[in-house]
């Protein structure tokens, strides 16, 4: 069964301070890994598409990275209007699934001035 | 260029009455699919339509319906509301069903008395 695992459920950090949040999956035939912020309210924002391992992408303080596994979103020096919660998800290339999202129950990051 | 829009934002029913929902994509964008988003079960896929036609489909009861229209907007409908019905709906379009990058709305929060 496809699914995605991310960890910790709940992140508090002082403004500055990295951190790594994880994601975990398994999948038939990963077709992409994506990652979102959502904020309170809000529907999800697109941050990243990751296609293979070993591949990694950057945008302002945060940099995903992916395994054949795992993914991890690096956020380095984080700032307060960093605090959202950040959703992973995977796209399978074939079964049941096949095309929509599957997404993790996500991590909230809360970055404290 | 405009992002996805969701008609109403926010909707109070009773138990067994129906309600439908309104998705528009980006311009351009044909595929458009709907998750349900609860804090117990996070972001669940129920349905995704390109071309006025349903492509594939979550693991939700038969109440839970949708459509498309020729210009890629899209309606869901539930019926019989349940209690548990009561979540955040987002809807999210792509460009085509090969395009990976789902982009979401702001959602319609759904509350069920």
């Known amino acids: 069964e496809d699914q995605v695992t991310q960890s910790p459920e709940a992140l508090r950090l002082q403004e500055g301070e990295s951190s790594s949040l994880n994601c975990s999956y398994t999948?038939?035939?990963?077709?992409?890994l994506f990652w979102y912020r959502q904020d309170p309210g809000k529907g999800p924002e697109f941050l990243f598409t990751l296609y293979s391992a070993g591949e990694e992408k950057e945008k302002e303080r945060l940099k995903a990275t992916l395994t054949k596994k795992e993914s991890f979103l690096h956020i380095t020096a984080p700032k307060p209007e960093d605090s959202a919660t950040y959703l992973c998800?995977?796209?399978?290339?074939?079964?049941?699934?096949?095309?929509?999202?599957?997404f993790g129950k996500g991590t909230k990051l809360s970055v404290k001035p | 260029k405009a992002g996805v829009t969701q008609t109403p934002r926010y909707l109070i029913k009773t138990r067994g009455q129906q309600v439908t929902l309104s998705c528009s994509p980006i311009s351009g964008h044909r595929s458009v699919s709907w998750y349900q988003q609860t804090p117990g079960q996070g972001l669940q896929f129920l349905f995704e339509?390109?071309?006025?036609?349903?492509?594939n489909k979550g693991n939700f009861p038969g109440r839970f319906s949708g459509r498309q229209f020729s210009n890629s907007r899209s309606e869901m409908n539930v019926s019989t509301l349940e209690l548990g019905d009561s979540a955040l709906y987002l809807c999210?379009?792509?460009?085509?069903?090969?395009?990976?990058?789902?982009?979401f709305g702001p959602g319609t929060r759904l509350t069920v008395l």
């Open positions: 339509y390109f071309s006025e036609t349903q492509r």
């Open positions: 998800a995977v796209q399978a290339g074939y079964g049941g699934s096949q095309g929509n999202l599957i």
């Open positions: 999948v038939s035939g990963l077709r992409g």
């Open positions: 999210a379009s792509r460009f085509l069903l090969s395009t990976d990058t789902q982009y």
